[in-house]
């Protein structure tokens, strides 16, 4: 397996492209195909006769939707989407999340999950509500026992939002962790919670996404986007950024030891040459390598990911 980006640099430009590696237990859905095959759609409501609906908006993402319906004995709206065939004890997840601020509703993805039904369901929350603090929302852990959810940790947004973020979580045994971020910032998190169970704990069970209102006449409206999900988290082949001093370039890019990278360059995206096949991913997560540079030139640089050593 490798990986490859490309890179152009000049004195006052640069243009990045990135792919990223997954691990071979893992499943991602960036629903660009206009379904949800191996996802199932659950609706805890259903057999009380609450209809919700899962949609394809713009043919390349999902969403989630249900009616308030006013009914206090059945409890909030709320509906989700599983994949059940894989089962994971611990696990990275990440997702991204669309959706209307002015709706109380509680979204995010699911962890460890067993026995999805009215009534039934545990596992684990990484939570997302923009209205249950100012400015920007809250972010939450919850635990959830036969559908009942307490929060296990909780952060406020101390920033306004868009209403398009990334939700993350992770859980490895008995530590659970999430983060939210804007898609500007995908590297930055403007909020972030965790805790450890030391009690009786969650050990294994599938994942997905979810909503739930906070009040039965409450609606639940959201749409999800660019889902993975794997055992640990992919590690970022990304651009921190680059320097010149003199005649010289020195680019640092984000890394993991063990991994040998090359690098090469190019004028016009054509001819390549090789600047170096043995750099090897320092301690930490960032690596940095020197070329040379000549002002007002620009170049175009592509990196490979050669694997653990």
């Given at each position: 397996?490798?990986?490859?980006?490309?890179?152009?640099?000049?004195?006052?430009?640069?243009?990045?492209f990135?792919?990223?590696?997954?691990?071979?237990?893992?499943?991602?859905?960036?629903?660009?195909?206009?379904?949800?095959?191996?996802?199932?759609?659950?609706?805890?409501?259903?057999?009380?006769?609450?209809s919700?609906?899962?949609?394809?908006?713009?043919?390349?993402?999902?969403?989630?939707?249900?009616?308030?319906?006013?009914?206090?004995?059945?409890?909030?709206?709320?509906?989700?989407?599983?994949?059940?065939?894989?089962?994971?004890?611990?696990?990275?997840?990440?997702?991204?999340?669309?959706?209307?601020?002015?709706?109380?509703?509680?979204m995010?993805?699911?962890?460890?999950?067993?026995?999805?039904?009215?009534?039934?369901?545990?596992?684990?929350?990484?939570?997302?509500?923009p209205?249950?603090?100012?400015?920007?929302?809250?972010?939450?852990?919850?635990?959830?026992?036969?559908e009942?959810?307490?929060?296990?940790?909780?952060?406020?947004?101390?920033?306004?939002?868009?209403?398009?973020?990334?939700?993350?979580?992770?859980?490895?045994?008995?530590?659970?962790?999430?983060?939210?971020?804007?898609?500007?910032?995908?590297?930055?998190?403007?909020?972030?919670?965790?805790?450890?169970?030391?009690?009786?704990?969650?050990?294994?069970?599938?994942?997905?996404?979810?909503?739930?209102?906070?009040?039965?006449?409450?609606?639940?409206?959201?749409?999800?986007?660019?889902?993975?999900?794997?055992?640990?988290?992919?590690y970022?082949?990304?651009?921190?950024?680059?320097?010149?001093?003199?005649?010289?370039?020195?680019?640092?890019?984000?890394?993991?030891?063990?991994?040998?990278?090359?690098?090469?360059e190019?004028?016009?995206?054509?001819?390549?040459?090789?600047?170096?096949?043995?750099?090897?991913?320092?301690?930490?997560?960032?690596?940095?390598?020197?070329?040379?540079?000549?002002?007002?030139?620009?170049?175009?640089?592509?990196?490979?990911?050669?694997?653990?050593?």
């Amino acid at each position: 397996m490798f990986i490859m980006k490309l890179l152009q640099l000049s004195l006052f430009h640069f243009l990045l492209f990135v792919l990223s590696p997954i691990t071979s237990n893992s499943q991602t859905d960036d629903f660009d195909d206009g379904n949800d095959n191996g996802w199932t759609k659950v609706n805890t409501l259903a057999g009380q006769g609450i209809s919700a609906s899962w949609g394809f908006p713009n043919g390349n993402s999902y969403s989630i939707a249900m009616e308030g319906h006013g009914i206090d004995p059945l409890g909030p709206p709320r509906a989700g989407s599983f994949i059940q065939d894989v089962t994971y004890e611990n696990f990275y997840m990440a997702v991204d999340i669309n959706f209307d601020p002015s709706i109380d509703q509680n979204m995010g993805i699911l962890a460890r999950v067993k026995e999805p039904g009215l009534g039934t369901l545990d596992g684990y929350g990484a939570v997302y509500n923009p209205r249950d603090a100012d400015p920007g929302g809250r972010l939450y852990i919850l635990r959830i026992d036969d559908e009942v959810g307490n929060v296990m940790a909780e952060a406020d947004i101390e920033e306004a939002v868009s209403e398009n973020l990334r939700i993350v979580f992770r859980g490895k045994g008995r530590e659970l962790k999430t983060e939210l971020y804007t898609q500007e910032d995908l590297l930055n998190p403007i909020a972030a919670t965790e805790v450890f169970e030391a009690g009786e704990f969650f050990e294994t069970g599938f994942l997905g996404v979810f909503s739930v209102s906070d009040d039965v006449s409450v609606p639940i409206d959201v749409t999800f986007d660019n889902y993975i999900a794997a055992e640990e988290e992919p590690y970022r082949f990304e651009l921190i950024g680059a320097t010149i001093e003199g005649n010289e370039m020195t680019i640092e890019f984000y890394s993991k030891p063990g991994i040998i990278y090359s690098i090469e360059e190019s004028a016009d995206l054509k001819l390549w040459e090789e600047i170096d096949d043995s750099i090897e991913g320092e301690l930490g997560d960032r690596t940095s390598f020197t070329v040379d540079y000549l002002k007002g030139e620009s170049k175009f640089f592509r990196f490979k990911s050669f694997g653990e050593e």
